[in-house]
């Protein structure tokens, strides 16, 4: 048995139980490990859909150029499909994105444009804007934007909501997923509660995002917004992609809890995952602390590997900088670095 290329390989990822950061939680949690995925992120799903959707409407065609303000797992995925179906991509990003990052597009043939940071968006030479000049310069050009593009949930909906419903034979009760562009928490949500309405999920948000506040008080409120570190969930904008109706809690996180639970992650269930994973896998576990029953099961996504955070949450230094490692926090004196 062989792929006919790498895009084939995307999807079907293992869905593995928590056996030791969920003692003491009633019912079982599993999680959907999607760094099994070929370009390591469940990004892969998405950046198909919107490609193939793409070429569908026409507005993609052979030989085209894709065009993306994106620093991480959108744009691998977007380079590993592109190289499959013969595409071009140009990734345009901000400066504080780490030069690892840029290697690594580079690395997939991508070009990368790199733009200053303290700019607003709306300045010509944000990384945002000059995606969207680019995207009207260049002839047979796509900008697919993750956030209000609606191929991103129907990836989702079409693949991760399937899945999770068949592995877990339909006895699903919980899901909980944490949220930036909203793809990966509504497509899926969509799915499963067309399944059983029962089903409850949990949106994991940031400290430092709008969302939660907007879902309970219906306000988007600017004092939500201020800077945080965890990349990949949170925003300070409302995307397309976010249907708060399929999102029936949230609970946000800090940066402190999401690196502990990523590092025990690694070292209590072998799972070298990204700093999200301990974002979602900590936000679940306070929900399921409080509402699960010893029936219950919940299903966490695990969006990413931890190869990219090599740098930060699984640097003793730099946890130690941040004043994130503490002593109560981990197994073995060994992690207080002196
Ligand atoms: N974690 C990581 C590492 C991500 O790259 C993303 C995508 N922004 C998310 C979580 C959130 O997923 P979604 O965009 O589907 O809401």
Known sequence: ???????????????????????????????????????????????????????????????????????????MGLALVAIAKGYKCIFTLSDKQSQEKINILRAMGAEVIVCPTNVAPEDPRSYYSVAKKLNKDIPNSFYPNQYDNLSNTAAHYETTGPEIWEQTEGKVTHYAAGVGTGGSMCGTAKFLKEQNPNIITVGIDSYGSVFKKYKETGQF???????????????????????????????KVTDKDAAIMTRRLAREEGLFVGWSCGSAVYGALEYAKEHMKEDDMMVVILPDHGTRYLAKVYNDNWMKDHGFLESRDFATAKDIVT
């Open 221 to 251: 409120d600017e004092n939500e917004i201020y800077p945080y570190m965890t990349e990949g969930i949170g925003e300070d904008i409302l995307p397309k992609n976010v249907d708060f109706d399929l999102i029936d809690n949230f609970i």
């Open 1 to 75: 048995m062989y792929y006919n290329s790498l895009i084939e390989a995307i999807g079907n990822t293992p869905l593995v139980k928590l056996n030791s950061v969920t003692k003491g939680i009633k019912g079982t949690i599993l999680v959907k490990v999607e760094y099994f995925n070929p370009g390591n992120s469940m990004k892969d799903r998405m950046a198909l859909k919107m490609i193939e959707d793409a070429e569908k409407a026409g507005v993609l065609k052979p030989g085209g150029t894709i065009i993306e303000g994106t620093s991480g797992n959108t744009g």
